[in-house]
């Protein structure tokens, strides 16, 4: 045998051995860490399936049992926390160990993927902090004539759509309506998916969600993201990537060459790309255009995809319906017809509404983080050790019969403040909890806000000869999304 051929078959082996003894570490690793677990439960790829539902089995299988279980996604191990007390350790009281999600970005390869969301560590905090102030109540108010500028749009587009068929599919029209809100606060700019709904935005936000992945780099991307990132691997589509940095570049370039302010999301980035305030770091125009983009990508998916399933239940419910319109119109009465941010913040019915669809239908269904030094489990030997990936179980915490009674039930009357006040802190969660809570809460509230208010003012929703009777999820989206569309008979009230 030449000296060479022996030299490769001892590199192969060598090779072959360090994975075998790689792999047969990760699955002891629960076993060597004292973390509870049942035997069997793999995260495969599985297409027929939303994650949300494997995570619910798992949760019915341990919960009572443990503080917390395991499973393998792939050869990985996950870290499942079931009680609530010791997810509030993680969200909030020990957050220093999980500070990070454990998302995947490539900063060089891929800078629109180094987003708020996804950022980890020092650079984190500091663009949380700088990025907060645009979304405060009086960001919200300020904004808020923009937001009901979109809002007509939309109605007046439901009214020629109405006159010409009374059984529309609304998943699409209200994803339209959020991208042309998001589009203008965000950018600055008229989408105006309404009238066309092949628009360059509404285009690039369906191809993000709605393009098939390669399952291989999804697969190194959970394994092993360093050397994904090696191999230079990215997150988001070249052609979704390069509009939205397009977008930004144009934007930023017209606005300080003409000194426009809107008092939007835009002007708040763009104060950062000078910013010469002691002890913090100015953005650079990827940086800017990565905030953007998920602010963009992340808002008009979640509400559209909130008030989907909000008319859904609202249809088959005709009498919360009817409460809901009531509220609505009982408030506009009196501010004399006019829908105001005062009017549309005492709406407290449709709040109701909003928030039990988020039960029911949170549109993050896991939150991830990962442990960034060892963490002891309190109240058990258990140990996690840096590095360990754990998802809290969202949608099967929402769905537990012991904390929400009759959990598949569509129940507004679960969030009166008296209801709320006799639950855990933590049973609800869809925005996370934290420093790392959704930064846009209150735009997203806002915006499923007036979108119900809009459409229950006027409108009635009723399942039509096209409407489906249950709902399935998309199993390939991480959103809980619908995998068909929502056809409902609609008529003026």
Same mark, same amino acid.
């Given at each position: 045998m030449e000296p060479i051929t022996i030299i490769l078959v001892t590199i192969l082996v060598l090779l072959l051995t360090y994975g075998f003894h790689?792999?047969?570490?990760?699955?002891?690793?629960?076993?060597?860490?004292?973390?509870?677990?049942?035997a069997g439960n793999f995260v495969l790829i599985d297409k027929t399936q939303h994650p949300a539902n494997h995570f619910l089995r798992w949760y019915k299988q341990s919960k009572g049992q443990y503080p917390l279980t395991g499973v393998f996604m792939f050869i990985k191990p996950i870290a499942i926390p079931l009680d609530l007390e010791l997810i509030k350790r993680i969200l909030v009281k020990d957050f220093q160990y999980f500070q990070n999600r454990g998302m995947y970005y490539n900063e060089r390869d891929d800078p629109l993927s180094a987003h708020l969301f996804s950022l980890e560590g020092a650079?984190?905090?500091s663009l949380r902090a700088k990025i907060s102030p645009t979304f405060t109540s009086g960001k919200m108010k300020m904004m808020y004539p923009t937001m009901m500028a979109a809002g007509k749009q939309f109605s007046e587009h439901l009214e020629e759509k109405m006159s010409e068929e009374n059984e529309l599919e609304m998943?699409?029209?209200?994803?339209?309506?959020?991208?042309?809100?998001?589009?203008?606060?965000?950018?600055?700019? &008229?989408? /105006? +998916?309404?009238? &066309?709904? /092949? +628009?360059?935005?509404?285009?690039?936000?369906?191809?993000h969600f709605e393009s098939p992945r390669s399952g291989l780099k999804d697969l190194l991307k959970i394994t092993a993201p360093g050397l994904a990132r090696f191999?230079?691997?990215?997150?988001?589509?070249?052609?979704?990537?390069?509009f939205f940095m397009d977008v930004v570049k144009s934007t930023v370039e017209y606005r300080m060459k003409n000194n426009v302010r809107r008092n939007d999301f835009m002007d708040l980035l763009i104060a950062m790309l000078d910013d010469e305030t002691e002890g913090s770091e100015s953005l650079t125009i990827s940086e800017i255009a990565a905030q953007a983009y998920v602010f963009f990508i992340a808002g008009f998916e979640t509400s559209s995809t909130t008030m989907t399933w909000a008319l859904h239940e609202l249809s088959r419910n005709p009498e919360i319906q009817e409460e809901g319109r009531k509220c609505v119109q009982e408030v506009l009465e009196k501010y004399n017809g006019v829908m105001s941010y005062e009017a549309i913040m005492e709406m407290t019915y449709i709040d109701y509404i909003i928030n039990e669809t988020l039960r029911l239908y949170p549109p993050v269904?896991?939150?991830?983080?990962?442990v960034t030094k060892d963490y002891p489990v309190p109240g058990t030997d258990t140990v996690l050790p840096a590095g360990t990936f754990t998802m809290i179980p969202v949608y099967a915490i929402h769905h537990d019969e012991d904390i929400f009674p009759e959990p598949e039930k569509f129940d507004p009357t679960r969030f009166t403040p008296e209801e709320v006040s006799k639950r855990h802190a933590y049973a609800w969660t869809p925005f996370g909890e934290g420093p790392r809570i959704c930064i846009g809460l209150r735009f997203g509230m806002m915006?499923?806000?007036?979108?119900?208010?809009?459409?229950?003012?006027?409108?009635r929703f009723s399942p039509g000869p096209k409407s489906c009777t249950k709902m399935e999820f998309q199993p390939e989206n991480l959103i809980l999304t619908p995998k068909q569309g929502l056809?409902?008979?609609?008529?003026k009230v």
């Open positions: 790689l792999i047969r570490r990760q699955l002891r690793f629960f076993k060597d860490h004292n973390v509870p677990h049942i650079k984190w905090r998943r699409d029209l209200l994803a339209r309506f959020t991208t042309d809100m998001i589009g203008t606060c965000a950018f600055g700019i &008229e989408c /105006n +998916s309404m009238k &066309e709904p /092949n +628009s360059k935005f509404r285009e690039m936000g369906r191809k191999f230079g691997v990215t997150e988001i589509l070249p052609d979704v990537a390069e269904p896991l939150h991830f983080r990962v915006q499923a806000r007036i979108g119900l208010a809009l459409l229950l003012n006027n409108l056809w409902l008979k609609v008529e």
